[in-house]
């Protein structure tokens, strides 16, 4: 939302949002603060997870605005556009993928009152038909893009422990294709990265504006190009830059020269996709890591003394009770500051989806449940009500540890991060 926003402003457009979850607004809220403004073009975002609200939120425009153009993006409604604007009459367009340049372009059609026939990246509603666009070609030089326009926000909502951590985006898309991922899919297999000056610009402008010295890089794989980690270090030191950073990357992505450089430069915790502890099942994802790589990447992160957090995947076709288990107990023996134990969640666009679907494993395609909290898909290995509780024990086995909980009284950081994050 900051990046559409601050594309629109740049352009010359009038912008406000609205940020329901960070306003806490239910949409009685919604409608009222709607109301007080006016506006001819409503553009929503959505998750899987927040699908069904982005509905309702489409409903609610229609009706204090029956004249508007109601604009709908996100990962979910790229794998799910057409169903999108048959379930919601309220619904006009479905923006596909990377938004920035699509959003622009609808909004000089609409202001010059052309057709949407040539723009691509979009699904809109002509009349009786439903019509389907090319796709974009991804935005190449993402140094082009402005800042997000964080000043359109309640920031006040954000301060997570005491702190505004400032989320940073400096890539987008990935070299692998694991099978339970969106975000390869809706930013391609191509790793497109900000220059190091640019990132470090964007850290330097909210540290003056807000003060802010702690933010988050939200890269699906920040490391993968090394050497630009190392220039964003360095840039960061050169311009002496008092502040903390997590980030998130793969096991075999790291190595102790860049560890010790990431934490001179005010690294603090790293997230680990682990996903499992059994190959066979990191196999089964598409995941291209081995066990051995993941044992490698904490003890010299450990080393070096930074955070880990371990980001875990149950449930993944092929999963057994015992296969679970190896994954906790290796969890365990990695000892990180951390863990996420995460349902597998078959969102609509992964090869994860069409396994569980094709196999008739599916139990609901209520969005609003598959928050990576709840099994929404059973396999003959695994029943649902077992996988709950295993989770639950899980998180009991690791957290009620005495080394665990000795270790807690000693760090602070990483629980604010991870309040940002989850």
């Given at each position: ?27 009685q ?9 006016d ?17 309702k939120?489409?409903?609610i425009?229609k009706?204090?605005f ?6 709908l993006?996100?990962?979910?409604a790229?794998f ?11 619904l006009?367009?479905?923006?596909r ?9 609808i ?6 009152k052309?057709s949407f ?33 964080h000043?359109l ?6 301060i ?8 940073l985006m ?27 000056k ?24 920040f490391?993968?190009d090394?050497?630009?980690?190392e ?9 002496n830059?008092e502040?903390?950073?997590d ?5 075999d992505?790291?190595n102790k020269p860049?560890?010790?450089k ?8 790293i ?22 790589q ?35 107990n ?7 500051s951390?863990?996420?134990?995460y ?22 395609e ?32 690791f ?15 990483v ?8």
């Amino acid at each position: 939302m900051g990046y559409l926003g601050a594309v629109c402003e740049k352009s010359g457009y009038d912008v406000k949002v609205i940020d329901c979850q960070g306003e806490r607004l239910n949409l009685q809220g919604f409608r009222r603060k709607l109301a007080n403004t006016d506006t001819d073009v409503i553009g929503i975002t959505s998750a899987t997870l927040t699908y069904k609200s982005a509905l309702k939120i489409a409903e609610i425009s229609k009706e204090v605005f029956p004249e508007c153009t109601v604009v709908l993006g996100g990962c979910h409604a790229t794998f799910w556009d057409i169903n999108a604007l048959n379930e919601c009459l309220s619904l006009d367009i479905i923006v596909r993928k990377e938004g920035e340049i699509t959003f622009l372009e609808i909004l000089e059609k609409l202001k010059n009152k052309e057709s949407f026939s040539e723009v691509k990246g979009i699904t809109f509603r002509k009349k009786d038909k439903i019509i389907r666009n090319e796709d974009r070609p991804y935005i190449e030089n993402l140094d082009d893009l402005p800042f997000p326009a964080h000043h359109l926000l309640n920031l006040n909502s954000y301060i997570k422990m005491g702190k505004l951590i400032i989320p940073l985006m400096t890539s987008r898309g990935c070299v692998y294709w694991c099978d339970f991922c969106t975000a390869v899919r809706m930013f391609g297999r191509k790793y497109r990265m900000r220059s190091p000056k640019n990132v470090v610009d964007e850290m330097e402008y909210f540290h003056k504006k807000y003060g802010t010295d702690q933010f988050t890089f939200y890269d699906d794989a920040f490391t993968v190009d090394p050497k630009r980690v190392e220039e964003i270090c360095n840039e960061i030191e050169r311009r002496n830059m008092e502040v903390k950073w997590d980030c998130e990357t793969r096991v075999d992505m790291v190595n102790k020269p860049l560890l010790e450089k990431m934490k001179k430069a005010g690294c603090i915790a790293i997230w680990f996709g682990v996903e499992s502890g059994s190959q066979m099942i990191i196999d089964r994802m598409q995941k291209k890591i081995k066990i051995e790589q993941t044992r490698k990447a904490f003890k010299l992160t450990h080393e070096v003394g930074l955070m880990t957090v371990a980001s875990v995947i149950f449930g993944f076709p092929g999963e057994t009770e015992e296969t679970v288990w190896e994954t906790v107990n290796f969890v365990k023996s990695l000892d990180p500051s951390d863990v996420g134990f995460y349902i597998a969640t078959p969102y609509p666009g992964t090869p994860l989806y069409e396994t569980v679907k094709e196999k008739g494993w599916l139990r609901t395609e209520d969005f609003e449940k598959y928050d990576t909290a709840t099994p929404v898909f059973e396999t003959p290995f695994l029943s649902i009500e077992r996988l709950k509780e295993i989770r639950l024990k899980a998180y009991q086995q690791f957290y009620l540890r005495p080394k665990y909980v000795i270790k807690m009284f000693r760090v602070e950081d990483v629980y604010g991060m991870y309040a940002v994050r989850t």
